[in-house]
């Protein structure tokens, strides 16, 4: 096998100029393939990191018939009692309660369909971290009670500016329709448009005793100190709340999840297509680099070499030619993805397009060694695919014939 591989490397060099554009399109191929799945896990890591902290948190506490018909009605039994529990569990990084009302926000220059958030200032802070969402005005004040938060987009839409008054119009627990007057203290703005557009907060104490649920909660929203223990946490939540709806991130917005799935699967396909147009560039350099040397291949069969180790040549000579761009490909692929994870991509220009889609324009690209490890295996197969055909057509040279060329 020894004297195999000196002349399977040796051929390799035979034809240089040849062996060099293999090489580096395999190089180019493998850059290109991996730095295009970590670009998208960056993608994909923020958003859902995004969704997190800022929309969903990692689980959700509601009446069994809340998330069903989004009535008020439906109310959390001993809401701040579950929340005082929930808080005091060291897997819990934060927590907070709301109530979450369907309604209507509307001013003098038009109206505009809304979910209606009332929170808790002090949690929601350390939950979502919204003040530091607001562009202009403040947070909430603690000695005012009728303040609301909205979004730019809602105040550019009906012309609301800060301090200004907008009516928030909803139904109450018995059905009866209900509003009130809220001024604006701040304005705030997320990455994610749909929600902007759609959302906005008030104090709890605000909107609680207007609704007809005075001191209630129909939302509890937990923040889990690592998203590893979700499982766990929310099977102990189930336990302990047996009567409550109780669902992590993945249930509440299946979407984002389907998004994960298909991504990687969108992902490694690209990675299959770009390695399978390799292998058949691959494959026609051997093919040609077989039929060049017909006469030389013919030779070693006449002198007794068995058909077995002209296989094993070329195949060798195949698996050369793709192992010596691998690490050149992996070295600009790993180096590319360290520098701009660290500094990020910026796609500034294009804010307005990522945000209608709920991402960032600056996108930090990823890569897991699971991911590297399953490119790694793509490799191989690609390897041994392309040097398949090559190796059979080698096969098939008649000793006699081709030593009359």
């Known amino acids: 096998m020894s004297v195999l591989t000196k002349i399977a490397r040796r051929n390799i060099w035979r034809s240089k100029k040849r062996s060099l554009i293999i090489m580096i399109a395999v190089s180019i191929g493998l850059w290109a393939g991996i730095f295009m799945i970590a670009f998208y896990n960056g993608m994909i890591e923020q958003r859902i990191n ?16 809340f998330r069903k018909e989004y009535e008020i009605k439906y109310e959390l039994p001993e809401g701040k009692k579950m929340l005082e529990m929930i808080s005091n ?22 109206s505009n369909g809304i979910t209606i958030n009332g929170v808790m200032p002090k949690e929601e802070h350390l939950l979502t971290k919204l003040p530091d969402k607001i562009i202009e ?21 009906l012309k609301i500016n800060l301090n200004k008054k907008a009516i928030v119009t909803f139904q109450d627990k018995e059905g009866n329709l209900a509003s009130i007057a809220f001024r604006v203290c701040g304005i705030y703005k997320t990455i994610n448009g749909p929600y902007d557009d759609a959302n ?19 939302e ?4 889990l100190q690592s998203n590893s223990t979700l499982d766990n946490n929310q099977k102990k939540l189930q336990q302990n709340f047996p009567n409550i709806e109780i669902k992590n991130w993945k249930e509440i917005a299946p979407e984002l999840g389907l998004t994960v799935s298909v991504g990687n699967q969108m992902a490694y396909i690209l ?18 680099s077989v039929l060049e040397r017909t006469w030389e291949i013919g030779m070693l069969l006449a002198l007794g070499m068995n058909k077995f180790k002209i296989f094993v040549m070329i195949v060798l000579e195949t698996i050369f030619l793709i192992l010596i761009g691998c690490p050149l490909g ?24 990522y945000s209608s889609f709920g991402y960032k324009s600056v996108i930090y690209p990823s890569l897991t060694m699971g991911q590297f490890g399953i490119i790694m295996l793509l490799v191989v197969f690609t390897a041994l695919f392309s040097a398949i055909f090559p190796a059979i057509r080698a096969l098939k040279i008649n000793p006699a014939e081709s030593l009359k060329k």
């Open 330 to 353: 992996l070295l600009l692929a790993l180096t590319t993805i360290v520098v701009t994870n660290h500094r990020g991509i910026d796609f500034s220009k294009y804010t307005e397009v």
């Open 200 to 218: 906005v907060f008030v104090k709890i104490n605000a909107i609680d005793s207007l609704a007809g649920i005075p001191n209630s909660l129909n």
């Open 50 to 65: 995004s969704a997190i902290t800022s929309e969903l948190s990692h689980i959700q506490l509601h009446h069994a018939m």
């Open 271 to 288: 990675m299959g297509i770009i390695l399978l147009a390799l292998a058949f560039g691959i494959i026609n350099t051997m093919m040609m």
């Open 89 to 110: 569990d060291p897997d819990i990084k934060a927590s907070a309660g709301r109530i979450i009302i369907k309604g209507m926000i509307a001013s003098a220059s038009g």
């Open 137 to 157: 005005g403040k947070y909430f004040d603690n000695h005012q009670t009728n303040e609301i938060l909205i979004s730019k987009k809602i105040s550019k839409k």
């Open 220 to 223: 509890i929203a937990i923040l």
